[in-house]
């Protein structure tokens, strides 16, 4: 019986099988996998479950291609064919073509490549625009929503160390005061980082004090590591240059990161900053910057590891961020500089960079520009109007101005008021968000630059939560003449809006 259907239908490498209406295999020959006749085909392999179906299909023929059958830990590829009979007999066709379909695909496989390749190349390119892109939104959103906060937290703190408290009302404070930096400084880390993946980080070069910055930083890690109950030192040679040219914002993080990175990862011991001169050159200072530390310690195979972003020295370490050092690498490169770390585990590290500034002849010409930075005393009242829609900012920005009597403060929260604001009211300066609910701060310049020619000349300083290079030609572009960037401090606004309205 199972011979005459398999002189029909015969070829290489297949295997026959004849069922029952139920499934149930009445001969096979087992060319392929093993099968036992009495038994139901369902049960060697869960393919077969459709047979309950098909086989209640008179005279009809199925195909399936491509089916993967497990035996035995081996996986073998086949083609099913199915011929549906009317008398309970059914014959099963199954073909071995697992090389054939492995042989198909490497072919397939070798002759896309190149198309592949070139596909992945534009959705690559396609896709790095959309993260940026993504990214970017992200995080100025995000940072927008956490800065007013920050500010005002920052602000209202600033405001109450010098009030009438108690001495633990002012340890409450100073804790609230050294939460609010540090949260400051995680999100300045983040925005670094997404700075620096953007090319958008540059250095702001001009003349400031050194000693001054060295000893502030000082006495700010000396409390920090009393706090930690650690030791702290500061060794400053005494022919350190007074006045450099750089950025020094830039050299505080580099410093600042490499003793936070020794502070959060060392339990016992003692902290110690070390700066000297190695040598003056062609108008240039090259200084020597070590910070060195007796914790934890890296082993030398993870020297290089711990200058990659998100990378912790200690797992447990919740307080660090893991972006600190990558910031100082890029930093320091960036200055032209060097940076080695020496270290040995649980005995402590040594950070070792080297950075050259240019030398600058502090004069009297220096000593008047810095003079004229100090806030001036006013002889009236200015009127400046405020258009913020965070209750958070406007209060601060309130609290602040009213606190110095100079002042006429009018506020708004909805950028359609801006401009009849303007025409009612006097205004001297315009203090406003750089996003509003429907508009953009660029947008409602142009607005009020557009009124008259009076208008024209009205200082708008804006309140953003970025400051790229990038968006501040934007801003000048609208005719916005100043950027205070959240979360701003209280001398950094007042001095901006002194320079507009004196």
């Known amino acids: 019986m199972l011979e005459a259907y398999k002189k029909k239908y015969y070829k290489n490498n297949f295997q026959y099988i004849l069922v029952d209406n139920t499934g149930c295999i009445l001969e096979t020959d087992d060319v392929i996998f093993k099968s036992s006749k009495g038994i139901k085909l369902q049960t060697i392999h869960p393919f077969f479950e459709i047979l309950e179906g098909l086989l209640q299909i008179e005279n009809e023929r199925f195909e399936f291609s491509c089916i993967n059958l497990n035996f035995e830990n081996e996986v073998i590829i086949v083609d099913v064919t199915i011929h549906s009979q009317n008398n309970n007999e059914n014959l099963i066709i199954v073909e071995n073509l697992t090389k054939h379909y492995n042989n198909y695909q490497l072919t397939a496989q070798t002759r896309n490549e190149s198309i592949i390749n070139s596909q992945i190349l534009e959705l690559k390119n396609e896709y790095l625009l959309e993260k940026e892109t993504f990214k970017n939104d992200f995080i100025a959103n995000f940072s927008h929503q956490l800065r007013n906060p920050i500010t005002a937290s920052i602000i209202f703190s600033d405001l109450l160390i010098n009030s009438d408290l108690s001495d633990e009302q002012k340890n409450y404070l100073d804790i609230i005061h050294s939460a609010n930096k540090d949260l400051k400084n995680r999100i300045e880390d983040i925005l670094d980082i997404s700075k620096i993946e953007s090319g958008r980080l540059i250095l702001n070069e001009k003349v400031f004090d050194l000693k001054k910055l060295l000893n502030g930083l000082a006495a700010a890690y000396k409390l920090i590591a009393l706090n930690n109950g650690l030791e702290f030192n500061c060794e400053l040679d005494k022919n350190l240059p007074e006045y450099i040219n750089g950025d020094q914002y830039r050299l505080k993080q580099v410093i600042a990161n490499l003793l936070n990175n020794a502070i959060s990862n060392t339990q016992k011991g003692s902290i110690t900053l070390k700066v000297s001169l190695n040598y003056v050159r062609a108008k240039k200072a090259n200084l020597h910057i070590e910070v060195i ?36 690498k890029y930093l320091i490169s960036e200055m032209k500089g060097n940076i080695k770390v020496e270290s040995q585990i649980n005995k402590g590290s040594n950070f070792i960079c080297n950075l050259s500034f240019k030398l600058s002849n502090y004069n009297q010409s220096l000593k008047n520009e810095l003079l004229k930075k100090q806030l001036p005393n006013l002889n009236k009242k200015h009127h400046i109007l405020l258009v913020e829609d965070s209750e958070i900012i406007q209060l601060t920005v309130l609290k602040l101005l009213a606190a110095t009597g100079h002042f006429y403060i009018n506020i708004v929260s909805k950028g359609e008021d801006l401009v009849p604001n303007i025409i009612d009211k006097n205004v001297d300066l315009i203090l406003l968000a750089n996003t509003i609910e429907g508009y953009s701060a660029m947008d409602l310049t142009v607005s009020v630059r557009n009124l008259s020619k009076e208008y024209k000349k009205t200082p708008i300083i804006v309140l953003s939560t970025e400051a790229y290079k990038d968006d501040i030609k934007r801003f000048k572009r609208a005719g916005i003449n100043d950027v205070v960037t959240k979360p701003f401090d209280e001398g950094k606004l007042l001095e901006k809006i002194y320079k507009y309205v004196k």
């Open 293 to 328: 530390d007796t914790g934890i310690g890296i082993a030398a195979d993870k020297i290089d590891d711990i200058f990659k972003r998100f990378t912790k020295l200690n797992s447990k370490n919740y307080k660090n961020t893991g972006l600190g050092l990558s910031i100082v």
